[in-house]
């Protein structure tokens, strides 16, 4: 009997459930195809779950709320021995660099269907059993140089709808054993042959459903895919609108190309001073090569002093005009064109000289008093001693604005200007200085100021004219030189008599302005 009940024991024992495949509830533990295999899809699980057996090979954990897995994630449980999980459409957003870390006989992931926006690029490092890599759906968006490290086993990647708009170059270059890449229905319009130079064993590529952009910028790429014979499906355009819908195949390559584009330099409005000489030029890029050509108001240049130069390239040149002893017949627009079998397209560029504005304002008078008392003051002292004190300051002034290189606009004292006026008033005989024509019977006429100002049309340092020379009718743009002329009548007698005309000229010269009058 002892023994009879032995046997039973030992035989429940046998056909007992084994420790591991007592998973905490929601999760099924099973075998499957042979691999120990944790169940827990649509689970409610917001983090890993903790108290899985440690042997598991097998984890699905899909359709759950997991937005982040952590360093070390599945270390941190004890699952070590994972060879393949599948985590898709498991609200993932964040994936560290060193989740996966240790899971050295890893050879499947699954992350289809996540908010992952971006990957380090080591992230699966140290997994170099991986074979399969997953993750469609996820809004990546670009793949960076070297976007995965090196998986020496890698066979099949899938990027499926992940809006990639870039891939580097570089992206796959750590891939060497891959035999399918698919990178379908994102938002790929260029590609470089170069992304694939890499694969020696790549056997499959899917890029059907993405707006391909038929241009020069595709052409090479599109050259080496029809002599590749990788593509199933044929691919087609969808820029630019004159060959919508049309397949690669159908589409010469040479028809893969660029328009002209034009741009000046170094702007498009140059000024230069009349003597001088001047260069300008377009910077014009295209594929198939553009011809460049400039004209002047419209029509071909003629000038026998001007000459163009060219810096030679096929897809990039540029064209360089250069006018010599600048003059107004050289003023105007220059339109450079550039052309090649898709468009033609122009630009322009303005060749100004400097403007010469006129005005003429009232200079400011102190009364009639100070007038007659000025007048009196300079009869009684004697005009030598008037013209010595003018000439002593006009000297001390212009070299002390040269000596200090000053950059503001020059202002008379209370002092100079009475001088100045005293020195207006009286002097009627410009060649001999003589004051003899002055009398007390004169009537003192306040003379006008003619101002020239030298307008400088393009951001130089200009300053405006001193506040004793301001008035409302001066131009409003900006000031470069200043010259300033007074001429009236002196006076005239009360016995009807005209008195010898007063002239006077007086220069103004603002410093911080480089030029004299313009010829």
Same mark, same amino acid.
């Given at each position: 009997?002892?023994?009879?009940?032995?046997?039973?024991?030992?035989?429940?024992?046998?056909?007992?459930?084994?420790?591991?495949?007592?998973?905490?509830?929601?999760? *099924?533990?099973?075998?499957?195809?042979?691999?120990?295999? $944790?169940? %827990?899809?649509?689970?409610?699980?917001?983090?890993?779950?903790?108290?899985?057996?440690?042997?598991?090979?097998?984890?699905?954990?899909?359709?759950?709320?997991?937005?982040?897995?952590?360093?070390?994630?599945?270390?941190?449980?004890?699952?070590?021995?994972?060879?393949?999980?599948?985590?898709?459409? =498991?609200?993932?957003?964040?994936?560290?660099?060193?989740?996966?870390?240790?899971?050295?006989?890893?050879?499947?992931?699954?992350?289809?269907?996540?908010?992952?926006?971006?990957?380090?690029?080591?992230?699966?490092?140290?997994?170099?059993?991986?074979?399969?890599?997953?993750?469609?759906?996820?809004?990546?968006?670009?793949?960076?140089?070297?976007?995965?490290?090196?998986?020496?086993?890698?066979?099949?990647?899938?990027?499926?709808?992940?809006?990639?708009?870039?891939?580097?170059?570089?992206?796959?270059?750590?891939?060497?054993?891959?035999? !399918?890449?698919?990178?379908?229905?994102? &938002?790929?319009?260029?590609?470089?042959?170069?992304?694939?130079?890499?694969?020696?064993?790549?056997?499959? &590529?899917?890029?059907?459903?993405?707006?391909?952009?038929?241009?020069?910028? +595709?052409?090479?790429?599109?050259?080496?895919?029809?002599?590749?014979?990788?593509?199933?499906?044929?691919?087609?355009?969808?820029?630019?609108?004159?060959?919508?819908?049309? +397949?690669?195949?159908?589409?010469?390559?040479?028809?893969?190309?660029?328009?002209?584009?034009?741009?000046?330099?170094?702007? =498009?409005?140059?000024?230069?001073?009349?003597?001088?000489?001047?260069?300008?030029?377009?910077?014009?890029?295209? #594929?198939?090569?553009?011809?460049?050509?400039?004209?002047?108001?419209?029509?071909?240049?003629?000038?026998?002093?001007?000459?163009?130069?060219?810096?030679?390239?096929?897809?990039? *040149?540029?064209?360089?005009?250069?006018?010599?002893?600048?003059? #107004?017949?050289?003023?105007?627009?220059?339109?450079?064109?550039?052309?090649?079998?898709?468009?033609?397209?122009?630009?322009?560029?303005?060749?100004?000289?400097?403007?010469?504005?006129?005005?003429?304002?009232?200079?400011?008078?102190?009364?009639?008093?100070?007038?007659?008392?000025?007048?009196?003051?300079?009869?009684?002292?004697?005009? $030598?001693?008037?013209?010595?004190?003018?000439?002593?300051? %006009?000297? /001390?002034?212009?070299?002390?604005?040269?000596?200090?290189?000053?950059?503001?606009?020059?202002?008379?004292?209370?002092?100079? *200007? *009475?001088?100045?006026?005293?020195?207006?008033?009286?002097?009627? #005989?410009?060649? !001999?200085?003589?004051?003899?024509?002055?009398?007390?019977?004169?009537?003192?006429?306040?003379?006008?100021?003619?101002? !020239?100002?030298?307008?400088?049309?393009?951001?130089?340092?200009?300053?405006?004219?001193?506040?004793?020379?301001?008035?409302?009718?001066?131009?409003?743009?900006?000031?470069?030189?200043?010259?300033?002329?007074?001429?009236?009548?002196?006076?005239?007698?009360?016995?009807?008599?005209?008195?010898?005309?007063?002239?006077?000229?007086?220069?103004?010269?603002?410093?911080?302005?480089?030029?004299? /009058?313009?010829?």
């Amino acid at each position: 009997m002892a023994v009879v009940s032995l046997l039973m024991l030992m035989t429940a024992l046998a056909f007992a459930a084994p420790d591991w495949m007592d998973c905490p509830t929601p999760c *099924k533990c099973k075998w499957s195809s042979g691999k120990k295999t $944790a169940v %827990c899809e649509g689970g409610g699980f917001s983090s890993l779950p903790d108290n899985l057996d440690g042997e598991m090979q097998v984890l699905y954990l899909s359709d759950n709320y997991i937005s982040r897995l952590a360093r070390d994630a599945f270390k941190s449980v004890g699952l070590l021995n994972l060879q393949r999980i599948f985590m898709s459409n =498991a609200a993932l957003q964040e994936v560290h660099r060193d989740a996966f870390r240790d899971l050295i006989i890893l050879v499947e992931v699954d992350l289809s269907h996540n908010q992952i926006t971006s990957l380090h690029p080591e992230t699966f490092h140290g997994n170099e059993r991986l074979r399969v890599l997953y993750l469609n759906g996820n809004p990546l968006r670009r793949l960076v140089q070297a976007q995965f490290p090196p998986l020496p086993h890698l066979r099949s990647l899938e990027l499926d709808g992940c809006q990639l708009e870039y891939v580097h170059r570089n992206a796959f270059v750590h891939l060497s054993a891959l035999e !399918t890449l698919s990178l379908r229905q994102n &938002l790929l319009r260029n590609l470089s042959e170069e992304v694939f130079m890499n694969f020696a064993h790549l056997k499959t &590529l899917v890029l059907e459903g993405n707006p391909w952009r038929c241009d020069c910028e +595709l052409r090479g790429f599109r050259d080496w895919f029809l002599l590749s014979k990788l593509h199933s499906v044929p691919l087609t355009c969808s820029e630019p609108e004159r060959l919508a819908d049309r +397949l690669w195949e159908n589409v010469p390559s040479e028809e893969f190309a660029c328009p002209p584009r034009v741009f000046v330099s170094p702007q =498009a409005q140059v000024q230069a001073e009349a003597g001088g000489n001047v260069s300008f030029g377009c910077h014009v890029t295209g #594929d198939p090569e553009p011809q460049v050509s400039w004209l002047y108001e419209g029509y071909p240049i003629n000038h026998t002093w001007l000459v163009i130069e060219a810096e030679e390239g096929l897809l990039d *040149k540029w064209a360089n005009i250069s006018v010599y002893n600048v003059s #107004d017949a050289d003023t105007g627009v220059y339109t450079c064109i550039a052309r090649n079998i898709l468009d033609t397209v122009s630009l322009n560029v303005t060749l100004v000289l400097p403007e010469v504005v006129t005005a003429t304002t009232v200079s400011k008078s102190e009364g009639s008093l100070v007038w007659w008392g000025l007048v009196i003051v300079s009869v009684t002292l004697g005009c $030598a001693a008037v013209i010595t004190t003018i000439a002593v300051c %006009c000297v /001390r002034n212009r070299n002390r604005h040269h000596r200090r290189n000053l950059k503001a606009s020059v202002s008379f004292t209370d002092q100079e *200007k *009475k001088l100045l006026d005293v020195s207006i008033a009286t002097t009627t #005989d410009r060649g !001999t200085g003589s004051c003899e024509a002055l009398g007390p019977d004169l009537e003192l006429v306040e003379p006008p100021v003619h101002i !020239t100002i030298e307008s400088e049309p393009l951001p130089l340092a200009v300053f405006p004219p001193p506040p004793e020379f301001s008035g409302s009718v001066l131009p409003t743009a900006a000031y470069g030189n200043i010259f300033i002329s007074v001429s009236g009548q002196a006076g005239v007698p009360r016995n009807g008599d005209p008195a010898a005309e007063a002239t006077r000229h007086s220069p103004l010269r603002q410093h911080g302005s480089p030029r004299h /009058r313009r010829r």
